[in-house]
C-alpha cells in the first residue's frame, strides 16, 4: 500500500505561469509533510516544509498548502522559471517517532517552457 | 561542509559479482538511510540508522542486499550475488534527530548509478 502518492508522473507549464504540483496521503498520523526537488544526475535537496498544524507555508516563489481533511498537499510555483523544470517528490513524516523517516511519493516531473 | 558523499558514482559489474555502496554521511548527522530509486517503483527506502543501530530494514528486497553502519561516519550497503534487477541509483541520506524527536529534513548524496549487466 502506497501512503503517500503523485498521480502526475509530469506537468509541463509555461514560463510565467504558475505550476501546481499535487500529492496525496493515506495515513492520517502523519504530522509533517515536504517537498523535495532533484535535478538529473543529483540527489533530491530538500525545497520547503510544512507541519500538520498549519495550513500554508510560504517561502518566496514556492508554497504549500496543507488540507487534512482530504489528506492533500500541493506545492505552487509562482512565477514558473525553467531552472525549475525537475522532479518533485512529495515526502510525509512522523515527528518525534521513526528516527526521522519519510515516506516519498514517486515523484512528478516539471517541464517550464520558456 | 562537503554534504553527503557516495563512492562509487558509477558503478558497472556483472551478474552474480558483489557490489559495494559506500556513504559518508554530514558530521553530526545521527540518522542515515539508504534509497533506490528506478523508473518503475520511484524511491524506496531500504534501510535507515539512527545512532549506528538499524531501526528499520523492511525495505530491503532480498537476503542478497545487506547494510552495516560500522561507526557514525560510515556506511556499507552491499549486494551479494548482484542481478540485472538491481540496477538502479542508489541514494544515501542523512539528517540530524533531536533528543527531542525533532527531525530535520534528509540531505541527499549524489547517488551511486549501479548497472548489473
Known amino acids: 500500500d502506497q501512503q503517500v502518492k503523485q498521480n502526475s508522473p509530469s506537468l509541463s507549464v509555461q514560463e510565467g505561469r504558475i505550476s501546481i504540483l499535487n500529492c496525496d496521503y493515506t495515513?492520517?498520523?502523519?504530522?509533517?509533510f515536504l517537498w523535495y526537488k532533484k535535478y538529473p544526475a543529483e540527489g533530491p535537496t530538500f525545497l520547503i516544509s510544512?507541519?500538520?498544524?498549519?495550513d500554508k507555508n510560504e517561502d518566496g516563489r514556492f508554497t504549500v498548502f496543507l488540507n487534512k481533511s482530504a489528506k492533500h498537499l500541493s506545492l505552487h510555483i509562482v512565477p514558473s522559471q525553467p531552472g525549475d523544470s525537475a522532479v518533485y517528490f512529495c515526502?510525509?513524516?512522523?515527528?518525534?517517532?521513526?528516527?526521522?523517516?519519510?515516506?516519498f511519493g514517486d515523484g512528478t516531473t516539471l517541464t517550464v517552457k520558456p | 561542509d562537503a554534504g553527503v558523499i557516495q563512492s562509487p558514482r558509477h558503478e558497472v559489474t556483472e551478474m552474480g559479482q558483489e557490489v559495494t555502496l559506500r556513504c559518508k554521511p554530514i558530521?553530526?548527522?545521527?540518522?542515515l538511510f539508504w534509497y533506490r530509486q528506478t523508473m518503475m517503483r520511484g524511491l524506496e527506502l531500504l534501510i535507515y540508522?539512527?545512532?549506528?543501530?538499524?531501526?528499520?530494514d523492511s525495505g530491503m528486497p532480498e537476503d542478497r542486499f545487506s547494510a552495516k553502519m560500522p561507526n557514525a561516519s560510515f556506511s556499507t550497503l552491499k549486494i551479494q550475488p548482484s542481478e540485472p534487477r538491481d540496477s538502479a541509483v542508489y541514494f544515501c541520506?542523512?539528517?540530524?534527530?533531536?533528543?527531542?524527536?525533532?527531525?530535520?529534513?534528509?540531505?541527499f548524496g549524489p547517488g551511486t548509478r549501479l548497472t548489473v549487466l
Open positions: 541520506a542523512s539528517s540530524l534527530v533531536l533528543t527531542s524527536g525533532h527531525t530535520d529534513t534528509q540531505y
Open positions: 495515513n492520517s498520523m502523519f504530522d509533517y
Open positions: 510544512i507541519s500538520s498544524i498549519k
Open positions: 515526502a510525509a513524516s512522523l515527528l518525534n517517532t521513526n528516527a526521522g523517516k519519510s515516506t
Open positions: 558530521s553530526g548527522h545521527n540518522s
Open positions: 540508522f539512527n545512532n549506528n543501530v538499524p531501526i528499520d
